[in-house]
């Protein structure tokens, strides 16, 4: 991967370049596939359970959210074939399918390489919460696994975690462990990453996914 990196010419990778680097790190991510026409597309669907979200997988848009590119909750071929359609036509053909994740607790982690510092990890609310709520603890990386867990547990938002109003309690063991490696994976490539930044990491009763990830190269 260092040797990928180094040769990038891109600003940021792209999504689902980013998932095979997380993947590489034990770090789970839901069901996805790449396309780039609608045939593509149909033969994704094979294989796919429903329902899925569809993302825009154009170049150089690094918030799919604010261009009409992300589609959530699509139930049945129909309705993912009309929104490929649209999206496509609007945004270019390249396109990411991904599984829905069940519901669970959304936390941000970003790793960073400090000038003075080195590299470290964030952890905090994540979701739409990290721009209305400033919930953050901050671990140098690469951390233990009581390091992340006392982190966690900084977090005004952890209350969260263990289950609220009848919601089961998240596998809290299942999230320290790949918080831990993703540290592990921001020092592994600190000399090559100027960030890495998954948002959300969804905490649910089956361990954590990486819904949403941006790999930052050093230019």
Request: charged content about 20%.
């Amino acid at each position: 991967w260092q040797r990928r990196i180094n040769a990038s010419t891109v600003e940021t990778f792209d999504e689902a370049t980013g998932y095979r680097l997380l993947s590489d790190w034990d770090i789970p991510t839901l069901r996805h596939e790449s396309v780039d026409s609608a045939q593509a597309l149909s033969e994704a669907l094979e294989g796919m359970s429903m329902p899925v979200v569809l993302k825009t997988a154009a170049p150089g848009i690094l918030h799919k959210s604010d261009v009409g590119g992300v589609f959530i909750g699509l139930m049945d071929r129909g309705a993912v074939e009309a929104t490929y359609s649209d999206v496509a036509s609007r945004l270019g053909p390249r396109a990411l399918l991904v599984e829905m994740a069940s519901k669970g607790v959304e936390l941000v982690v970003g790793g960073l390489v400090d000038p003075q510092f080195g590299p470290i990890v964030m952890i905090g609310a994540g979701g739409t919460l990290v721009e209305i709520v400033r919930d953050v603890s901050f671990v140098m990386a690469p951390a233990s696994l009581d390091e992340v867990e006392r982190a966690l547990s900084g977090l005004k938002t952890a209350v969260l975690l263990d289950g609220v109003r009848g919601a089961s309690a998240v596998d809290r063991k299942g999230l320290v462990e790949t918080i831990a490696r993703f540290s592990q994976l921001v020092a592994d490539l600190s000399d090559v990453v100027s960030s890495i930044e998954i948002n959300p990491l969804l905490a649910t009763t089956n361990g954590p996914f990486a819904l949403d990830v941006l790999v930052t190269p050093k230019s």
